[in-house]
Protein backbone atom coordinates (compact mmCIF):
# COMPACT_ATOMS: atom_id res chain seq x y z
CA UNK A 1 0.00 0.00 0.00
CA UNK A 2 0.99 3.72 -0.92
CA UNK A 3 1.92 5.70 2.13
CA UNK A 4 1.28 9.49 2.11
CA UNK A 5 2.99 11.79 3.94
CA UNK A 6 1.75 15.59 4.30
CA UNK A 7 4.54 17.89 5.59
CA UNK A 8 5.39 22.32 5.81
CA UNK A 9 2.79 23.20 8.26
CA UNK A 10 2.94 25.26 11.26
CA UNK A 11 1.96 28.97 12.62
CA UNK A 12 1.41 31.93 10.10
CA UNK A 13 0.33 35.19 10.62
CA UNK A 14 -2.77 36.41 8.35
CA UNK A 15 -1.77 37.32 5.02
CA UNK A 16 1.54 34.90 4.85
CA UNK A 17 2.46 31.84 3.37
CA UNK A 18 3.15 28.23 3.65
CA UNK A 19 4.21 25.87 0.99
CA UNK A 20 2.79 22.26 1.84
CA UNK A 21 3.63 18.79 0.67
CA UNK A 22 2.95 15.35 -0.19
CA UNK A 23 5.47 12.74 -0.30
CA UNK A 24 4.32 9.32 -1.79
CA UNK A 25 6.34 6.30 -1.05
CA UNK A 26 5.91 4.80 -4.53
CA UNK A 27 5.76 7.08 -8.40
CA UNK A 28 1.79 7.64 -8.25
CA UNK A 29 1.58 10.70 -9.40
CA UNK A 30 1.57 10.20 -13.40
CA UNK A 31 -0.87 7.50 -12.22
CA UNK A 32 -3.09 9.10 -9.83
CA UNK A 33 -5.20 12.83 -10.31
CA UNK A 34 -4.68 13.75 -6.73
CA UNK A 35 -6.53 15.86 -4.30
CA UNK A 36 -5.28 18.21 -1.39
CA UNK A 37 -8.00 18.33 1.37
CA UNK A 38 -8.63 19.83 4.54
CA UNK A 39 -10.44 19.60 8.05
CA UNK A 40 -11.46 21.41 10.90
CA UNK A 41 -12.60 19.82 14.44
CA UNK A 42 -16.22 18.47 13.83
CA UNK A 43 -16.66 19.29 10.24
CA UNK A 44 -16.50 16.57 6.97
CA UNK A 45 -13.19 16.71 4.88
CA UNK A 46 -12.97 19.38 2.29
CA UNK A 47 -11.85 19.26 -0.77
CA UNK A 48 -9.29 21.86 -1.87
CA UNK A 49 -7.38 21.61 -4.65
CA UNK A 50 -6.99 19.12 -7.67
CA UNK A 51 -4.69 18.29 -10.14
CA UNK A 52 -4.95 15.90 -12.84
CA UNK A 53 -2.17 13.43 -14.32
CA UNK A 54 -1.75 15.76 -17.28
CA UNK A 55 -1.59 18.40 -15.11
CA UNK A 56 -5.13 19.95 -15.37
CA UNK A 57 -6.06 22.03 -11.69
CA UNK A 58 -8.84 23.25 -10.30
CA UNK A 59 -9.66 24.64 -6.91
CA UNK A 60 -12.43 25.42 -4.28
CA UNK A 61 -13.88 28.76 -4.48
CA UNK A 62 -12.54 29.89 -1.01
CA UNK A 63 -8.93 29.19 -2.03
CA UNK A 64 -8.90 29.96 -5.75
CA UNK A 65 -6.16 33.36 -6.73
CA UNK A 66 -4.25 32.10 -3.49
CA UNK A 67 -3.83 28.99 -3.38
CA UNK A 68 -1.75 26.72 -6.43
CA UNK A 69 -1.31 22.95 -6.17
CA UNK A 70 1.34 21.33 -7.98
CA UNK A 71 3.38 18.04 -8.66
CA UNK A 72 7.11 17.06 -9.13
CA UNK A 73 7.18 13.44 -9.99
CA UNK A 74 10.44 12.51 -10.15
CA UNK A 75 10.63 13.41 -6.74
CA UNK A 76 7.20 11.59 -5.90
CA UNK A 77 5.58 14.90 -4.23
CA UNK A 78 2.97 16.81 -4.57
CA UNK A 79 2.78 20.55 -3.12
CA UNK A 80 0.06 22.82 -1.77
CA UNK A 81 1.86 26.52 -2.57
CA UNK A 82 -0.41 28.78 0.23
CA UNK A 83 -0.60 32.57 -0.18
CA UNK A 84 -2.87 35.32 1.63
CA UNK A 85 -3.86 33.14 4.19
CA UNK A 86 -6.74 33.68 6.51
CA UNK A 87 -7.38 32.63 9.83
CA UNK A 88 -10.44 30.44 7.85
CA UNK A 89 -7.66 28.14 6.41
CA UNK A 90 -7.15 27.07 9.71
CA UNK A 91 -6.85 23.16 9.25
CA UNK A 92 -5.48 19.79 9.27
CA UNK A 93 -4.84 19.24 5.35
CA UNK A 94 -4.61 16.10 3.41
CA UNK A 95 -3.47 14.50 0.04
CA UNK A 96 -5.13 11.35 -1.33
CA UNK A 97 -6.03 10.43 -4.65
CA UNK A 98 -9.40 11.78 -6.21
CA UNK A 99 -10.50 8.63 -7.47
CA UNK A 100 -12.52 5.64 -4.85
CA UNK A 101 -10.68 4.15 -3.36
CA UNK A 102 -8.70 6.25 -1.67
CA UNK A 103 -5.37 5.18 -0.45
CA UNK A 104 -4.44 4.70 3.60
CA UNK A 105 -4.87 8.85 4.66
CA UNK A 106 -1.91 10.46 6.06
CA UNK A 107 -1.41 11.72 9.31
CA UNK A 108 -2.31 15.17 7.80
CA UNK A 109 -0.28 18.55 8.41
CA UNK A 110 -1.61 20.76 10.39
CA UNK A 111 -2.23 24.74 9.26
CA UNK A 112 -3.08 27.55 12.02
CA UNK A 113 -3.46 31.30 10.64
CA UNK A 114 -3.44 33.47 13.80
CA UNK A 115 -1.66 36.83 14.47
Known amino acids: QVQLVESGGGLVQPGGSLRLSCAAS????????MDWYRQTPGKQRELVASITTDGRTGYADSVKGRFTISRDNAKKTMYLQMNKLTPDDTAVYYC?????????WGQGTEVTVSS
Open 96 to 104: NTAAEPKLN
Open 26 to 33: RSIFSIYD
